[in-house]
Nanobody, 124 residues
């Protein structure tokens, strides 16, 4: 069982920045594609960004493209989500997820392991 722990959430004003981290003690972290999803109150969980196991391929939701950057440090077993120019509509619980497949998925059902989530609140 792969355990993922998110951190870095908090309250920020619109236009501000936050960096989320997703860490694991799993020694095989480098073989997992990683994804970030979010769920706002009353809404379904949605895809935000994904990165391939080697870090060479990334995908982003249109709503965050140009503002968010996903990255990873396999030596530190950590995946990051740098969020800039935050908007109130970015307010949600953010989850990281891991997938041992060949390509970085953009749909939640393809991910096998999930973190507990971290709250991001953007005030206007």
């Amino acid at each position: 069982q792969v355990q993922l722990v998110e951190s870095g959430g908090g309250l920020v004003q619109a236009g501000g920045s936050l960096t989320l981290s997703c860490s694991t003690s799993e020694h095989t972290f480098s073989v997992f594609n990683m994804g970030w999803f979010r769920q706002a109150p009353g809404k379904a969980r949605e895809f935000v960004a994904a990165i391939s196991w080697g870090g060479t391929i990334t995908y982003y939701a249109d709503s965050v493209k140009g503002r968010f950057t996903i990255s990873r440090d396999n030596a530190k077993n950590t995946c990051f989500l740098q969020m800039n120019n935050l908007k109130p509509e970015d307010t949600a619980v953010y989850y990281c997820a891991a997938d041992p497949g060949m390509e970085a998925p953009t749909t939640e059902y393809e991910y096998d392991y999930w973190g507990q989530g971290t709250q991001v609140t953007v005030s206007s």
